[in-house]
């Protein structure tokens, strides 16, 4: 009877999302994944999240709009291959783990504990954002259904020298001449971009996403130019990473998140 009712509630639901079309689950539920769509997209300043973040990016930076792009580093349906088995890490990881690694190298900042009130409000929204698809558990990667797609052309015949004359007609008057960002577009390098340790600090990762995601909603660039660019980008310097540079202390890893009920 309880069942019956829950379910209908649910299905009826009236509050639909712009972006996905997905239900949202109702009261503190739903109030958690609204939470974590805002942090997704305002990490640099959200109150919850600006501490540990060590640059001028937010997620959305890179997972475009704040994941519900269907190619740019999409969040869509990738709840599903956890928990899988991380080449990087060498252990099986979830999707906490894999979401508040992104903390310590693409926003060249500190893994915010485990359980916290932040890790849940994202992994809640990015899970909200697979809700209703078959969970697969990726044997091999982290990576879910929707990831970039690798570039077919070999990643060593990437031109500099042709990439920086690509940057300087499409994407200079967003990104700044020397990568230093503008009202338009976050920094592409230096002291407020991802650190060497993130996956686009890798020319070929870094081009196959630029092949889907940029310039900025009319993604054109051929795969020679998508990886010409990314080198020229990527030969300028950006934070080393440093692993004990970005891990919390350790009563910081994680913490036990229950709520106690009032006495
Ligand atoms: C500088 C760019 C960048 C920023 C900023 C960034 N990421 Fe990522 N992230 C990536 C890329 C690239 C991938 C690999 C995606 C792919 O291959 O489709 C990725 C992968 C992921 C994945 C795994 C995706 C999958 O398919 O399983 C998660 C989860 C994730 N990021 C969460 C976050 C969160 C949360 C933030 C903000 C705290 C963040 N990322 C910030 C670039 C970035
Ligand atoms: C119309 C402005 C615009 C143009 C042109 C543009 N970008 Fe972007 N780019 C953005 C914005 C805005 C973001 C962040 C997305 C967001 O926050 O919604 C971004 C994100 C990025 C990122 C990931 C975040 C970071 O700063 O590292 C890279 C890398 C990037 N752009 C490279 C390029 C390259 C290379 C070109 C040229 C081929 C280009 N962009 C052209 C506006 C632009």
């Not at 009712?5 to 009261?27: D, I, V, Y």
């Not at 942090?39 to 937010?58: D, F, M, Q, R, W």
Request: hydrophobic residues 30%.
């Amino acid at each position: 009877m309880l069942f019956v009712f829950a379910l209908s509630t649910w299905a009826e639901s009236p509050k639909q999302t712009e972006t996905s079309g997905r239900s949202m689950p109702q009261g503190p539920l739903g109030d958690v994944v609204r939470l974590g769509q805002t942090i997704v997209n305002e990490t640099g300043t959200h109150p919850l999240s600006k501490s540990y973040v060590g640059n001028a990016l937010s997620c959305r930076s890179c997972h475009l709009n704040g994941g519900t792009h269907p190619k740019a580093a999409s969040f869509l349906n990738i709840a599903t291959p956890y928990p899988a088995w991380s080449p990087r890490e060498q252990r099986v990881i979830t999707l906490e783990d894999r979401a508040l690694n992104c903390f310590m190298r693409s926003m060249n900042g500190t893994r915010p504990p485990n359980g916290s009130e932040v890790s849940v409000a994202i992994t809640t929204y990015i899970t909200w954002l697979s809700k209703g698809e078959a969970m697969g558990m990726n044997p091999s990667r982290p990576l879910g259904p929707n990831h970039v797609q690798p570039l077919t052309i070999d990643p060593s015949t990437a031109d500099r020298e042709r990439g920086e004359t690509l940057y300087a007609d499409h994407c200079a008057h967003c990104h700044g001449d020397a990568g230093e960002g503008s009202d338009d577009g976050p920094p592409v390098w230096g002291d407020e971009s991802y650190n060497d340790g993130a996956g686009l600090a890798r020319n070929a990762k870094l081009a196959s996403w630029l092949k889907v995601a940029m310039p900025l909603d009319d993604p054109y660039l051929t795969e020679q130019q998508s990886l010409d660019v990314a080198a020229y980008i990527n030969s300028h310097s950006r934070p080393k990473f440093i692993l004990e540079e970005h891990l919390p202390t350790p009563d910081r890893m994680g913490e036990y998140n229950g709520q106690e009920p009032p006495k």
